[in-house]
């Protein structure tokens, strides 16, 4: 490529890069409000409690204190809880599963279990000395309705107003995602497990 070609691509790129940054600079602009936000995270792909305790160790590095309550999922032996109970003064933990339904196969027994974790969940979202609160498999207890919506949502509503909520879980009914700030869903293109790859410690546990 000639010197004057690697120059017209050198100015066209700056004069690009110069107008996204003026777009994004205007949105930082406008952007004023410092609260809470509402995270869900959800689809049918790997990574949504790995993306929500991500930001368990991000809220940690900015030095605040962190609830965990995982719905449904009942191992103690997992990676995550391994790390993070390290710092029981910062995180509290809790695992409040028993195993996934096609595990437990005991409808009355996950309901009792998911109002027990919901009951953990509300003292940690009424702690205004907590800044984040991760939900683990939250919205799969909503989809399998062990939990009343209504009132899952009127206690996010009420939490203190600098507090951050992650929610994970496949299936999350269209009212969370209607109350929830951001929401991505993740999408299965392939996965190890279809090939009769058996789940690996650090990565799916």
Not at 129 to 140: Q, R
Request: charged share 25%; no cysteine.
């Amino acid at each position: 490529m000639s010197d004057a070609k690697n120059d017209g691509l050198e100015i066209r790129h700056a004069e690009r890069m110069k107008r996204k940054k003026g777009v994004i600079d205007g949105k930082i602009a406008a952007s004023r409000t410092d609260r809470g936000v509402l995270v869900v995270n959800t689809g049918v792909g790997k990574g949504k409690s790995s993306s929500g305790f991500g930001m368990v160790a991000r809220a940690l590095g900015h030095g605040m204190n962190v609830g965990v309550v995982q719905f449904i999922k009942g191992r103690s032996d997992t990676g995550e809880s391994a790390f993070f109970r390290r710092f029981p003064n910062e995180v509290r933990f809790h695992v409040m599963g028993e195993g996934f339904t096609w595990e437990t196969q005991d409808h009355a027994r996950d309901v009792a279990m998911a109002h027990a974790a919901w009951t953990q969940a509300r003292a940690l979202l009424g702690d205004a000395s907590i800044g984040l609160v991760l939900l683990d498999e939250l919205a799969v207890a909503l989809k399998h309705r062990y939990l009343a919506l209504e009132q899952v949502l009127a206690d996010l509503a009420a939490r203190p107003v600098h507090q951050h909520v992650v929610i994970t879980g496949r299936g999350a009914p269209p009212e969370l995602i209607a109350a929830a700030d951001t929401v991505t869903e993740m999408l299965l293109v392939k996965h190890a497990f279809a090939a009769g790859v058996r789940a690996q410690k650090g990565i799916e546990w």
